[in-house]
């Protein structure tokens, strides 16, 4: 996947445990488009928590 506004050229991958089902999968890309929405809205500034908000658990 390749970002828009502001990563042109630059590849993003996710790799999620083999398990993981497709409602997980929607939330992760999900939280990573609002993180990334929030990053282009303030480019010379992007927000502290962003990082945090887009961390996911996986059950094992």
Same mark, same amino acid.
């Given at each position: 996947?390749?970002?828009?506004?502001?990563? +042109?050229? @630059?590849?993003?991958?996710? @790799?999620?445990?083999?398990?993981?089902?497709?409602?997980?999968? *929607?939330?992760?890309?999900? +939280?990573?488009?609002?993180?990334?929405?929030?990053? *282009?809205?303030?480019? +010379? +500034?992007?927000?502290?928590? *962003?990082?945090?908000?887009?961390?996911?658990?996986?059950?094992?």
């Amino acid at each position: 996947m390749t970002g828009g506004s502001g990563l +042109r050229g @630059v590849e993003v991958r996710f @790799v999620l445990p083999p398990a993981t089902t497709l409602s997980a999968a *929607a939330g992760v890309l999900s +939280r990573v488009a609002r993180l990334g929405s929030r990053m *282009a809205a303030h480019p +010379r +500034r992007p927000r502290p928590t *962003a990082l945090s908000e887009a961390a996911v658990t996986f059950p094992s």
